[in-house]
């Protein structure tokens, strides 16, 4: 699977807004864009995923550059609960050795009230 | 409708001896693997479970080993276990069809602390 690249941590404010860079420079044409988020004491949880175009649901929006080399997590307004560790996957669904998840180290988002 | 589940939450155990940590998939997911993740680190894939065999494989010593049941819950167990195995261990559950293909639901852990 292709490497992703993250800041290691962020901060934001409550009820602002977040962008969460990805870098994925080499990433293949069949490679999914998946983020996950982890609260503290808690498993991950899946939040998002796209292919090219921007994807919106209940919890975030994301956005993929055009050349899909690098992508961005959109959290429209965040709340102290949105404060966990963010990670951006690669994922081909034509994997044929499985569907693992390779983790990276993720970014670690604090929200301040 | 239930989610993931693992037990026990927490447990202890001295060098050299086999733990069992268990997991059962949410409801209509087929496919069961297993993550090991240190303090500070991002979770390590184990292995995965699909039909009852182990489908894919990380880079883990063969004292790691797993099963799956008919109902597609699954266990992992660890021999002679060493300092460096205390980790939280995380099961996720998936399905290879339907729309819920390639997600994975994760739970809560088990923590397992080694003397």
């Known amino acids: 699977d292709a490497k992703t690249t993250q800041p290691n941590s962020m901060e934001s404010n409550e009820e602002e807004p977040v962008h969460l860079p990805c870098n994925h420079s080499?990433?293949?044409?069949?490679?999914?864009i998946h983020w996950y988020r982890q609260l503290p004491s808690q498993g991950p949880e899946y939040v998002i995923h796209?292919?090219?175009s921007n994807v919106n649901n209940r919890m975030a929006s994301l956005a993929i550059a055009e050349d899909r080399k690098s992508s961005t997590l959109i959290l429209h307004r965040a709340t102290l609960r949105d404060a966990a560790v963010y990670y951006c996957?690669?994922?081909?669904?034509?994997?044929?050795?499985?569907?693992?998840?390779?983790f990276g180290k993720g970014t670690t988002l604090s929200v301040s009230s | 409708d239930a989610g993931v589940t693992q037990s026990p939450t927490h447990l202890i155990k001295t060098r050299g001896q086999q733990v069992t940590l268990r997991c059962s998939p949410k409801?209509?997911?087929?496919?069961v693997s297993w993550y090991q993740q240190a303090l500070g680190q991002g979770p390590q894939f184990i292995f995965q479970?699909?039909?009852?065999?182990?489908?894919q494989r990380g880079n883990f010593p063969d004292r790691f080993s797993g099963h799956q049941f008919p109902n597609y819950s699954s266990e992992l167990n660890v021999n002679a276990l060493l300092l460096g195995d205390s980790a939280l261990y995380l099961c996720?559950?998936?399905?290879?069809?339907?729309?819920?293909?390639?997600?994975?639901?994760f739970g809560p852990g088990t923590r397992l602390t080694v003397l």
């Open positions: 996720a559950s998936s399905s290879k069809t339907g729309r819920f293909t390639d997600t994975q639901y």
């Open positions: 080499t990433i293949s044409g069949t490679d999914y």
């Open positions: 796209g292919l090219t």
């Open positions: 996957i690669l994922r081909d669904p034509l994997n044929q050795a499985g569907t693992a998840l390779i």
């Open positions: 409801s209509g997911h087929d496919t």
């Open positions: 479970y699909y039909e009852e065999e182990e489908r």
